[in-house]
């Protein structure tokens, strides 16, 4: 007899990150699936062999991956999920899943960088054509659609500026369309936004950040709706850019303490960007759970929760003195990535690569990202870095 592991379809998110993913029947008893390092895998017969669908070689997926793409399904409420080496390679799947040469597509202005530099190298060597366009033109993007725009591609709020997109009218227009509308989900992670829900095909994650958790594995995950499930199997098999079976173990791993995390980093990150609005030597901050921002309201109608990356716009000073700041910061890191458990800071320059949005570098950007950390420690720290940063600027 095996114990009942309940109806999943009845849980909500917090039970799910719990239950997901789990066969002890299967693995002696041991709550969480282990890590199978696998290439070979063997076959009773050859009849077996000829037979074998789900586990056949370690490349398509093993008893470790198999639990984390169909818990990350679930949570996206998508209808499969294929996992990736790194968040851009999941990118890199999504986009060559849909285009071939000849095509054309419009691409957010606020994507993430690397995924602009797809755009414009190895889509652009493929005789793709992108065009990017205003992260909250909303409906407008109609007028942008052209006879061959295969993908649209979103990705909200944006990286380093932190718009909020609608994708709903996003969706409506490229399906109007016959394109897709491919979409970053990595900011939100799967808990505070299923942008499938919204109209989406498909919805990538940096697994990387808030679902590995600890800054120490690299992971990537597309989930897609069932229209879309073989054009993602054949990318899939195709780009052979399978996780290894440790970093798999990792994201699993991370899932489950997912919903307390993200509440803790929801806090503090709407702690700290009320705390920067407040400084002098703050122009504006880039938070969408921040009520006055500009997309607040599309925050609020789509989203269930912010996390803890957000922008500070600074009012003007000399560059060695916003250096000056981060030089002097004990507890935020200086270093790329985010989504662990400890906060990070980073000077950004929008200006130096958007096209359709214009970006004034007399106003320095900061990136920030809190942790896990205790908020008044955090804050602390920030304020001895605008006291360097007066010093500098003053020397
Ligand atoms: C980090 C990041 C990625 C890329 O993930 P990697 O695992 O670092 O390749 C993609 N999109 C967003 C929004 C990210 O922040």
């Known amino acids: 007899m095996t ?22 029947a299967a693995n002696h008893g041991v709550v969480n699936p282990p890590v199978y390092h696998a290439s070979t895998i063997l076959h009773e017969s050859a009849a077996a062999l000829k037979e074998a669908t789900k ?74 054509e992108t065009t990017f366009y205003d992260p909250c033109i909303g409906a407008g993007i109609a007028d942008l659609m052209r006879a061959n725009t295969s993908v649209v591609v979103g990705e909200s709020p944006g990286s380093l500026t932190f718009e909020v997109q609608d994708f709903p009218a996003l969706a409506a227009a490229a399906h109007e369309r016959g394109a897709v509308l491919v979409v970053d989900n990595t900011w939100a992670s799967p808990l505070f936004c299923q942008p499938l829900v919204l109209g989406a095909d498909i919805s990538i994650q940096a697994g990387t950040k808030y679902i590995v958790g600890h800054s120490d594995a690299m992971l990537g995950a597309v989930t897609t709706t069932e229209a879309h499930v073989e054009a993602l199997r054949r990318i899939f098999e195709e780009l052979g ?47 969408p759970a921040l009520e006055d921002d500009p997309g607040h309201a599309l925050w609020k109608r789509d989203f269930s ?91």
């Open 241 to 287: 850019a399978a996780p290894g079976p440790d970093d798999c173990y990792l994201g699993l791993r991370g899932l489950r303490t997912l919903s307390v995390r993200l509440q803790r980093h929801q806090e503090t990150g709407l702690a700290l960007a009320r705390w920067f609005r407040e400084r002098p030597e703050v122009r504006q901050v880039l938070h």
């Open 55 to 128: 586990t056949y070689y370690g490349r398509y997926g093993t008893p470790t991956t198999f639990p984390l793409q169909d818990s990350i399904a679930t949570l996206e409420k998508g209808y499969r999920t294929y996992l990736f080496g790194s968040g851009k390679a999941a990118i890199v799947a999504a986009l060559l899943a849909f285009v071939k040469s000849g095509d054309h597509v419009l691409m957010t202005d606020s994507a993430y960088g690397p995924t602009r530099s797809l755009a414009n190298g190895l889509l652009k060597r493929m005789g793709v």
């Open 3 to 24: 114990k009942d592991s309940g109806d999943k379809g009845r849980y909500r998110d917090e039970t799910l990150l719990s239950v997901l993913g789990r066969d002890p």
């Open 305 to 395: 929760g912010a996390s803890s990356l957000f922008g500070v716009v600074l009012e003007p000073v000399p560059e060695p003195a916003v250096d000056a700041f981060l030089d002097s910061l004990a507890l935020f890191g200086l270093g790329y990535s985010w989504g662990g458990y400890e906060s990070l800071a980073l000077p950004t320059y929008p200006w130096k690569l958007r096209d359709a949005t214009r970006w004034d570098p007399a106003y320095p950007l900061l990136r920030i990202y809190a942790g896990l950390e205790d908020p008044d420690d955090l804050i602390a720290d920030l304020e001895r870095g605008f006291e360097r940063m007066a010093a500098a600027r003053d020397a």
